[in-house]
Every structure is written in structure tokens, then in C-alpha cells.
């Protein structure tokens, strides 16, 4: 079982940065994941943000490339999204995910999930 955590959200005017977190605790044996952030807009479905392979490969959406860049603290088990140049499209309700291994960009392909921390961007 994997519990996830995110903070950091809140409300930023355009331009402006934040830095989400996600705390990963689990009960079994330590494992090594592939870590994501997703984002859901109001009105809109979840979408993939960035994933975190274990081997320290990163993938981006096409709309925070160059903005965004995700991280892992991995003796900290601990998840980051740095997220410059913050546009109004950005807000969204942020969702951290994981799974043992990097399969695919979806949803679909995450078991675990947090509980989201809410970014507002105002213009």
C-alpha cells in the first residue's frame, strides 16, 4: 500500500511560481516508483502533467514544457513540481500518482493516488 500526500498549492497571480510536494510513504517492503503529477481543470478531465521514472527519466505535456520541471528527493520518498511562468490554463486541482513502473502517460496506467492540493493562477 502507497499513501500519498501532496502540498504546496494555492493562488498565484500570472507569472508568478509555485513548488508542489508530495510526501510517498508505504508499508511494504521499499520500493522504487514511477511518480506523476496529473492536473484537473475545472470542467475538464484529469490530464498527465509529468511522470518520474525511477532511472531518472522525465516526460512532459506539451503545455508545461520549458514551465514545469518535476523531481524526485528519493531517500526523502519525496515528489516535486516546480512550476514557473504560471498562465490562468494552469489552474487546476494537482493530483500526485504512483506505480512500479512507467507504462504509460494516462491515468489508466496509476494505481495510487493522492488527495490533489488546489492551484489557482489569476490573470
Known amino acids: 500500500q502507497v499513501r500519498l500526500v501532496e502540498s504546496g498549492g494555492g493562488s498565484v497571480q500570472a507569472g508568478g511560481s509555485l513548488e508542489l510536494s508530495c510526501g510517498k510513504s508505504?508499508?511494504?517492503?521499499?520500493?522504487?516508483?514511477?511518480l506523476a503529477w496529473f492536473r484537473q481543470p475545472p470542467g475538464k478531465e484529469r490530464e498527465a502533467v509529468a511522470t518520474s521514472g525511477s532511472d531518472g527519466s522525465t516526460t512532459y505535456a506539451d503545455s508545461v514544457k520549458g514551465r514545469f520541471t518535476i523531481s524526485q528527493d528519493i531517500p526523502k520518498n519525496t515528489l516535486f513540481l516546480q512550476m514557473n511562468s504560471l498562465q490562468p490554463e494552469d489552474t487546476a486541482m494537482y493530483y500526485c500518482?504512483?506505480?512500479?513502473?512507467?507504462?504509460?502517460?494516462?491515468?489508466?496506467?496509476?494505481?495510487?493516488w493522492g488527495q490533489g492540493t488546489q492551484v489557482t493562477v489569476s490573470s
Open positions: 508505504e508499508y511494504t517492503r521499499y520500493t522504487q516508483h514511477c
Open positions: 500518482a504512483a506505480d512500479f513502473q512507467c507504462a504509460g502517460w494516462g491515468e489508466a496506467y496509476f494505481t495510487y
